[in-house]
Structures are given as C-alpha cells and as structure tokens.
C-alpha cells in the first residue's frame, strides 16, 4: 500500500500569518494517464470532511484563494497565505492513484 | 445540492453484523465509483472500500483490514450503497461515511459501535 506521511501533525499558526503542510507518498503518484490523484481534505470539529484541493493543485468551487496546492511525484504540499479562524481543525491529504486509497496521518491545524 | 445520508449504525456486539445505507441525491449516481471511508474516535480517516460503476462492471475494492468481512454492493435503481458488515470487532468501531473521495462528495456518517 502507498504510506502518505504529513507533517507536521500540529501547526499553531498565529491569525494572518502563512501556514504550510507536507505530504509525502512511498511511491510515485502518477497515474498511466499522466494524471497525479493527490488531494487535500479540511475536516472541520464536527463536521464531514470538505474537498479543498483536487489534482494536486485545482481550488475547488467556494474555497478561499488563500489555499493552494503544489507538487509533482511524491511530495506535495498544502498552502495557506493567510490563516484565518475558521482555518481550525485537521487537514489530510489523500492519494487515489492506487488501490487501497490512503489518507495522511492529518495535521490539527489551531490558533496560537 | 449533493446529498449522501447514511444509515443504519448502532451499537453490535463484537461478531456480529450491520448493514449500513447510503442514499444518494443531487448528482448522476450511477456514474460515479463510491466509497465507504471511516473514522475512529479521535483517529484519522481510512478508507474501507469501493464499488465502480456499471461501465467498469461494479468492481469492488476494499482496504486489507475488512477484506472478507465487509461487502459493499448498489442500487443504481434506488441512488443507494450499501456497506454489509460481518464478524464485526472492536477495532471497528468509528463514523462510517459515504462518499465519493475523488468527486469530494460526504454524507454526515453514520457511527458504528462494537461493544460487548
């Protein structure tokens, strides 16, 4: 099975400032279609995880462009310019290139 | 508006068997793959299992830990997937979700308990 390893696993980001998640997988990600299924999940306290990033680097509809992804082969990374409050709660990074699909360990995400 | 709604947790003794639910609405069901994804309490999310679509022949895939214990099967008739849970242990315990990963679609799970 393909390892996805985040880090860090706790991110205290003061209001305003950037923050930045790491996601590395054990092995490539491309798909035979040239296509790299790497994406990025925010999961709110109490809430259903929501889809932010698709494709390593596509902003979903309704995210704030304050998030963006980047990446190729197996490391890959999830940006905020700006954290803001309701940035709270975890983030994963999924890969779906491979079967099993597996998640990264999550990063908590709070305000310092 | 997507719309997956699970159903059909609840409390099991360890060995037993469940059967979740899922309906779906809001999007072409019958194109998409679906998965089930779980999450222990307090843990990360893991991914349980898939079934394809009627143009990749309902393939199923399921992740080491339920394989020969969980069966996932759908109605493209009714919008629904299902998850049957067999010879359920402890470890299972969690929110079962119904989604679609790669399309980014969840339902607000449904917990699981298995407990003596």
């Known amino acids: 099975d393909v390892v996805m390893t985040q880090s860090p696993l706790s991110l205290p980001v003061t209001l305003g400032q950037p923050a930045s998640i790491s996601c590395r997988s054990s092995?490539?990600?491309?798909?035979?279609?040239?296509?790299?299924?790497l994406n990025w999940f925010q999961q709110r306290p109490g809430q259903s995880p929501r889809r932010l990033i698709y494709?390593?680097?596509n902003r979903d509809s309704g995210v704030p462009d304050r998030f963006s992804g980047s990446g190729s082969g197996t490391d890959f990374t999830l940006k905020i310019s700006r954290v803001e409050a309701e940035d709270v709660g975890f983030y994963y990074c999924?890969?779906?290139?491979?079967?099993?699909?597996?998640f990264g360990q999550g990063t908590k995400l709070e305000i310092k | 508006e997507v719309q997956l709604v699970e159903s059909g947790g609840g409390l099991v003794q360890p060995g037993g068997s469940l059967r979740l639910s899922c309906a779906a609405s809001?999007?072409?069901?019958?194109?998409?793959?679906m998965d089930w994804v779980r999450q222990a309490p307090g843990k990360g999310l893991e991914w349980v299992g898939q079934m394809t679509n009627k143009v990749t022949s309902y393939t199923t895939h399921y992740a080491a830990s339920v394989k020969g214990r969980f069966t996932v099967s759908r109605d493209d008739s009714k919008k629904s997937l299902y998850l049957q849970m067999n010879s359920l242990k402890t470890e299972d315990t969690a929110v079962y979700y119904c989604?679609?990963?790669?399309?980014?679609?969840w339902g607000q799970g449904t917990l699981v308990t298995v407990s003596s």
């Open positions: 494709k390593v680097s």
């Open positions: 999924v890969q779906l290139t491979h079967r099993p699909y597996t």
């Open positions: 989604a679609d990963v790669g399309a980014g679609y």
């Open positions: 809001g999007f072409t069901f019958s194109d998409h793959y």
């Open positions: 092995q490539s990600l491309v798909y035979s279609d040239g296509n790299i299924y």
